[in-house]
């Protein structure tokens, strides 16, 4: 009878083995509802990063940057220096700049870069380096010129900040999407209206800028000391 007993209680407790290793708990509805939530908000965070990651080139430029500035309308930005802070509006009456330079600031271009040409008593120049960290995020965001807008009867004031923006024909120029420069000269640059398109000016930081275009430089007008833009802030 023992016997009997002892080999009914192992048989016992090998089905309860048995059932935990196979037993699952089942989702209730709150829980599917959720995965399914979770999954759904996953793929879209998924499709928003791709679709940020669209190359632009010559052919996609200008609707790429008109879809960018309609979900995209800020204006106030913040250039961040080893010197101090720069900020900037930027005018909606050249909306493809605008629109440029608030998606490469969001995109995190300007970290890392410099203010790579300095010439007091006229202007200073960033948003390029010699470092292959800068030419990798260009080569990721894309190869395209922008048009130029000068039409609008903005003029390179001292505190404008404009771009040498220009047609495939007007190469000569070195049109770049990803450089700007900023007019130090009191009274302006007015040589250059017309040629390039102003999209914006300092509201706050023409001392630092003062202070940046007074450093030092070499014959080839870069300065000796780096001069590094830590990132730009779009503020508002």
């Known amino acids: 009878m023992k016997k009997i007993c002892s080999v009914l209680i192992a048989i016992s407790v090998l089905l309860g083995c048995e059932d935990t290793k196979t037993s699952t708990p089942a989702l209730n509805e709150s829980q599917k509802t959720e995965t399914t939530k979770t999954t759904k908000e996953s793929e879209k965070k998924k499709a928003k990063k791709k679709q940020k990651e669209v190359l632009i080139t010559n052919d996609n430029v200008l609707d790429y940057m008109i879809a960018y500035g309609e979900k995209n309308k800020e204006r106030k930005v913040r250039i961040v220096t080893d010197f101090g802070n720069i900020d900037l509006e930027l005018y909606n009456e050249t909306p493809y700049h605008r ?110 800028v003062d202070e940046i275009a007074n450093q030092e430089t070499d014959k080839g007008e870069w300065p000796k000391k780096n001069i590094m833009i830590k990132r730009v802030e779009v503020l508002d």
């Open 99 to 208: 629109a440029n330079f608030i998606m490469l600031a969001k995109r995190n271009y300007f970290e890392g870069t410099q203010f790579h040409r300095v010439v007091k008593d006229f202007v200073i120049q960033g948003g390029n380096s010699d470092g292959w960290n800068v030419a990798k995020k260009r080569e990721k965001i894309g190869k395209y010129l922008l048009p130029p807008d000068t039409k609008k009867g903005f003029k390179h004031n001292r505190g404008v900040i404009s771009m040498p923006s220009g047609d495939i024909d007007r190469a000569y120029k070195f049109a770049s999407p990803y450089e700007f420069f900023i007019v130090q000269k009191k009274g302006g640059t007015h040589h250059l209206n017309g040629e390039y398109t102003a999209f914006g000016k300092v509201i706050a930081g023409m001392d630092v």
